[in-house]
């Protein structure tokens, strides 16, 4: 039986620490929400978990059945807990805690072992609940009044709540007592394991408990008859240390009772509320009146008994509340009280100070956490009543003071506290005595010093101090400069100046007093001067030069120069302004390096110390300290160059030193400071951009000799290795995240971590590290380092894979990773795929299961269609748990889109994941079919609730709703068409995913969520666009078709588009604000969506994206111009912004292609476009050229639809594209764009005042003239040279054509032109615009025309001769050009005749070869077929060829183009022969007029039948009367009743069928024409025979009367019919 889950009201214990610490989502209304749910369990603590009942035990039995009652049963029984909390506990143990599938659970339930394993995970989250629920507490008491805490306004009421529903039964003095007599529940047998981990839980939670009283009373006073109460109860449990269970607990719990102590001590502590006692010391007038809590005389007897009760007892733990009790007494009774004097001399004896060092040492009692704080500020109120009230010396070992005092001012309040005090009174007593024995007892004052440094105005203090000695102490050694003071016993005056150092002299008449120290030494303390202590730090450092190398005193001056070494480098770290000041000593730190990294047995304490001044100086002057440190030789340094593949480096003293000293001993002082060096420089390299190639051999040293051996040293520290470690990783992390790419650094720490050795270590190191995690977990300190650790290694490894290129190939770091790798320096066998899998359960933090997600994204890019395989039985467990902390509402948001990006990848690379992850389910819909649902396992039932929550009004992270959303558009993206049909068919999902569009879209550019937003609606319009783009109109889901609907009706196109703006307009109305450059590409994403969205729907869906109007589409295009206009003014990104405005612009050309015939500004259009592509000419950088583009292709378009009236705007803007001749493919692509604008301008002007002005002005022609003849002598720019033949051409058809002449055009078309046919189409467009200057120039142009085809005669009859051997579509365009060119030529055929008589003859002899091979071709249709068959190999000309089209309908088309182009042929021929015959009207009125010789015959008398490649057989009259009955057969093609199918109905194509009819009469007519003035030509010659005149009449008069007009007659009638049963 399936179990049931059933999701509580109440988070989990640990779920609300998450959030509560701020590790998680960070979302007030949630935290407020889950604090009130949870108000009770906070109140009850402890006592909340209650024992088993029958009352709960029938409630669950009504809410649970099976197997889950079964369990819940079990577990109370285990845990003797409530059947309810019990049911609350394995729920939410399932979901958060349990790592396995919801099938393996079923499994588990089943069975009896496993039912036993299970159990004991639960009873290990039941113990951690527990824990957490205590922490939650902690956390409140520690930051509810806390002002820098983000939520101390939500924490503050919830704790007030708290406070004052506590009651007697539940103060926490009760859940300590409880917890102290807890026996081992369960009416279960727990096995010894069990019951050692109960008594560890039992510790651990009185040790909560007793933070939790410890931090309450911080805030809240401690009655006498409480506290009385609680020493006494402290005092029988032998504060803590008596346990009932003591015999269950091993070396651990021993500590634990230790830290159980102080917290009983520290809780005694601070219920005597010293710091009433530390304000009347520092006011007592102002504390008049007002008496301590426990000196009031209502609680007299009280607090008497409480003296009474301290002072009989003997333990350590209890002598801090003596020494407090004693202070009270002293300060505050009227009279002298023995009771003080008993209880101060107890708390001496029990060495109190002693004791709370002890404290202070505690891992519990160290850093800045509330406890922690609160401890420090404990023991420091307590030394500082004391320093007040009583002798130093009568304190005990001023060390041990000095030792608390240090380490408690390590608190930033406290040191604040004590510098505004001044070193007077208090603890500052402390300080007195320490200067008044420097320099004998240095340490002491520096210990004190360092940790009162640790602040920019607490350096200064520091510094000011140290540079204003007034004492100085010396061994006393009686001298002849000084004298005994008659006055003072022990006091010495100076007679003589004496100079103990260079840069301190004693001056005659100082008093000095003699003491004793410690250890017996006499010294005498001398007064009355002033002196800086930094002297004597460089005498310290200086006489470690003077003496030898292994003498204790050297070794006592190291000690010295340690310790002040220490202080040096805490002051410039916290206060730069003091380098300057400092420069003296850090030149002698530099010279002990040198002079001592190099010896056999350096003093590597000494060198570390040094070394940490000389980092902090890198973090400021780091090229000058570098430089300084080379000339050391103490660094490593390159001997090959940084750029070689292979760098060699020499180790310096460094390498020395590590290889001789520290590896052998296994201790690494140098080296964990060299590491912070190369951090400390390389961040420096980024930050202040300077470089050094010696740099290089530091890293290539840590990465290749520390790194990659790292786990073959010796250490004898554990928390050395991962320090090391770590340090290394953190480097590595730098190099990859900052370092140019490509650069040297970049490209060389690449290539090292690829390595083999170094790959197998990083990926070994995640395995090793886990498993010492797992047996340190009770380390905090250590714990957390191999936390960071592990973390960073996945970090190093993800940005590793992300920067290895492509073309490297595949890597060994990509191969290990593929071959799903396992470590063989861990305990571990299991692979390093599995234990990245484990992190993603980890739960106390949730960063570290994120980067284990990132680790499987990238995963998935390096092996793609294996992960699922690598994963194994644990796929199914790894869904489970990403859709439970997907649901998780509490959940950190980083986690959740790390998830949702790794599904992404999945399903773009993972096959089996894809499928594992959306897990559909076959199930019936309403009408009867099978469809394919979401199971409730999938991934993606989390993703709809999160495309819901919007829609709730509730709150959903920018970042994770772009995440889900993104996943939404990989799934349309790549086509999993199951996944789409599912998720349409729940229920709001296009609504859900279509609000944000709804939504207003805030752009302001510093608004952190604005990228996400922007991303999010992007992924959404391309959904859109992919869904609208696959699916057929009538298909189209109905919810999507309404919310298009309302899109469009609401005016979000308008809307959408001013959005893309808006960021613009920021920039240009607001100079101080910069838009960032990540804002302006995820706009461009944006815009590309935009782009795709109406793509598709102009092309597919414009009725159900409502963008039919011409209203809409005009205010579209409008707004697109007007986004473009914004980007283009915008300052900032000016590339990125070039790329928007260029995806625009394309758009906008698009939009106006397929928009043009129902638009009605044309002529506004054209000024728009002129004002953008100013200021486009303002770029000046290469996107320009695209852009241009498609803003000339926009104009082009509008001009062939429309006679613009602002050609004056817009030819100056060509004029400028123009300029320069094209030296790329970009620019050469804008010149025939803008080519092709202006030739357009000039076609569809009415009148050439509108174009010629500007032309002039600029000297557009010249420059088109020079760029022609350029392109024609060097690179052979097809296409720019057809664009300026294009204008020429347009130019040549209007009243100015001889503008062309003047400026050298025919000079360039004669000379420059190529011989050769490599370029056919451009000897076409020479040959068509010199006809065109024929016809519009006529006698004029005659003089070139014949100079033209004077010059290109070889070229003029190749063309002629192209029918004998035609291969390819463009030759015989090329002929059809060159015949109309001679039919032009030929109305001028007297003066080319008398110009170049022999080419006359050879080309009218090559007309009627060419006139007779068309006839021939036309005549069978056997011949057309072989003719495309031999141009199949030469494509089929774009222009002419419709796409899309059957066999047997290109077969047509060819034909059909075929007869065309012959037609055009044989029609120029017969023009250009029959304007070299006798005019047949005027030699049929008079034959005497006729002049014989001025036209010899054409055509031979003859009547033979034309063939094609026939070279040798004349042209006769048969060719002629040949043509007549081809052209006839072709006729009688376009009559109706030819047509077998009514697809190939001549009405269907009546234009294209009128204009062949039309051709075909014209040419009937010319060859009659021809035919009969040839034959009256021979008729009327007396040198022809009278029977060949006679042959001439029969044949004529058999083919024209008989046959030809009768057919005539007939076709025509035909035709007549046809037409007249055409419908209108």
Known sequence: QKCSIHLMSTSSNQSLWLLVAGRTIQEPALLQRELKNNEQRLIEGVFYYKPASNSSASAVKKKSKGKELDI?????????????????????????????????????????????????????????????????MKYIYGHWQDPDNPYQEILQPTCENIIEALTGDTQYEEQYRMLYNAVIPGKMALTSEQENLWALQNLKEQIEVLQVMFLFYKDFLHTAGRLLQCVQMFQQHNYGIRQPNKHLIGLHGNQMLSQISHLQALILLEGTCLEWLQNYQLNPEGMQGRKHHLMKDDV?????????????????????????????????????????????????QANVFDYLLLVLQSEMFKGDMPVASTCQNAIYTLLTVALEAFDESSLGDSEVLSSIATMVMIHPRLRAEFWSAGPSGGIGNLLTSHQSMFPVKLNLLVNFLKPLSCDESA????????????????????????????????????????????????????????????????????????????????????????????????RNHVNNVVKTADLVASLIRHNHSLVA?????????????????????????????????????????????????????????????????????????????????????????????????????????????????????????????????????????????????????????????????????????????????????????????????????????????????????????????????????????????????TAKMGPSSDSVTHHIVSLIYFSCDPQLPCVATKMLRQLCEVAPMSVYSMLGSHGTSVRDVFTRRLSAKTEDVDLKVAILEFITIAIETQPALTELFLSLKLSISSDGEEVYDLDESSCMVPVLDILNSQHKELFCPPRLLCAAVQLV?????????????????????????????????????DREEIICEIETCAHIFNTVALEAFNTLEQKINNNLASLLEDFAKQGYYHIWTQNMKSLEDHDVMEEDIKVPVAVVTAQLELVQAWKALLLVATSCHEKIFQLTETRTRETLLADIVDVMRCQLSAVCSPQLRTVITTELSALYMILMKKWMGSLSLREGMIKELCHLLELVGNLGNNLATHLNNHLFAAAHMILKLATPTENHLIIPLIFGVLRKYPDTVEHS????????????????ATNHSQWLPQLQRHTIVQVLVHYLKTSLQSDMNTELIQSILGVFHAISSSQVANMLTLNGLMEVLCLCVPVDDKCPSVWQSVVQLVTSLLVTLKHMFVPHAVDFIGVHQENIINSLDLMEAVNSWDQLHVMVAVVMFIDQLSRHRRQWQLALPQLHCVIIERLLQLSRSCVAALSKEGVLKHIIKSLQSSGEPAAKLKPYKMAADKDSEHDTLLEELLMNTLSGCLGALYHHCPDLPSVLQDTTMF???????????????????????????????????????????????????????????PENILRKRLQLFWLMEQVVLLLLSQAVRYIIDPSIDVHDKQLLKRELSSELVRSYIWTVHLLLLLLSRAISCQPC
């Open 72 to 136: 819940v049963l079990q577990i109370s029984k285990l845990l003797d807990l409530d059947e309810i909390l019990s049911l609350e506990l394995f729920q939410h143990f399932i979901l958060e805690s349990y790592k396995g599938s919801f099938k393996d659970l079923k499994t588990k339930v089943n069975g009896v072992r496993e039912t036993q394993e299970l159990l004991h995970e639960i009873f290990l989250f039941y113990c951690s609940e527990r824990l957490y629920l205590l922490k939650v």
């Open 300 to 348: 007299k007897k009280t607090f008497m008994e409480l003296c009474r009760v301290v002072s009989t007892g003997d333990s350590p733990h209890i002598s801090p509340m003596m020494l407090s009790l004693a202070l009270l007494h002293f300060q505050l009774s009227e009279s002298s009280d023995e009771t003080a004097r008993k209880l101060g001399n107890m708390a001496l």
């Open 459 to 554: 350096a200064l203090c520091v510094y000011g101090f140290l540079e204003k000695m007034t004492c100085f102490c010396d061994e006393f050694i009686p001298a002849n400069e000084m004298v005994e003071d008659p006055e003072n016993e022990n006091c010495w005056i100076c007679t003589t100046s004496i100079s103990p150092f260079v840069g301190v002299e004693i001056p005659a008449g100082a008093r000095g007093c003699v003491s004793h120290t410690s250890n017996g030494l006499e010294v005498i303390t001398w007064y009355g001067l002033e002196y800086s202590a930094f002297d004597y730090f460089i005498f310290e450092t200086s006489q470690t030069f003077q003496f030898p190398d292994s003498s204790d005193e050297w």
């Open 581 to 821: 000041k400092l420069h003296p000593i850090i030149m002698q730190y530099l010279s002990i390096i040198e002079r001592f990294s190099n010896i056999s047995n350096p003093p590597v304490d000494l060198l570390s110390s040094c070394l940490h001044v000389i980092v902090a100086m890198m973090s400021i002057e780091p090229n000058k300290m570098w430089k300084l440190l080379l000339q050391t030789g103490f660094p490593p340094y390159l001997v090959s160059s940084a750029r070689e593949e292979n760098v060699t480096i020499a180790p310096g003293h460094y390498g020395k030193l590590m290889g001789m000293w520290e590896c052998p001993r296994g201790i690494y002082p140098v080296t964990k400071v060299f590491l912070d060096m190369l951090l400390t420089l390389i961040k420096a390299q980024w930050e202040e951009k300077w470089s050094s190639h010696d740099l290089m051999a530091g890293v290539c040293l840590a990465a290749q000799d520390i790194f990659s051996n790292l786990h073959k040293w010796r250490y004898t520290s554990l928390h050395d290795q991962e320090m090391i470690g770590y340090k290394c990783l953190q480097l590595f992390h730098e190099l990859l995240s900052h370092a140019p790419s490509g650069g040297p650094y970049s490209t060389y720490i690449i290539s090292s971590l690829h390595h083999m050795t170094i790959s197998e270590v990083l990926l070994g190191s995640i395995s090793v590290t886990m498993s010492t995690m797992q047996s340190l977990r009770d380390d905090s300190k250590l714990y957390d380092v191999l936390l960071s650790r592990l973390k960073l290694t996945i970090e190093v490894i993800i940005l590793l894979l992300k920067q290895t290129k492509e073309e490297t190939g595949t890597t060994s770091l990509q191969q290990l990773l593929a071959s799903n790798f």
């Open 969 to 1005: 558009h990989v799934i349309w993206k790549e086509r999993k068409i199951t996944a789409m049909a599912a998720l349409g068919r729940s229920e709001g999902f296009w609504k859900c995913l279509f609000q944000p569009l709804f939504c207003d879209l805030d752009l302001e550019p």
């Open 1229 to 1244: 692509r804008s010149h025939i764009l803008v080519l092709g604008v202006l030739q357009e301008i000039i076609t569809m």
């Open 1491 to 1549: 002049d014989l010789a001025d036209y010899p015959p054409l055509v031979a008398l003859g009547f033979s039948q034309p063939l094609i490649q026939a070279v040798d057989q004349p042209t006769d009259l048969g060719t002629l009367t040949s043509s007549l009955s081809v052209l006839l057969r072709l006729l009688n093609k376009t009559s109706a009743g030819h047509f077998k199918s009514p697809s190939k109905s001549p009405s269907k194509y």
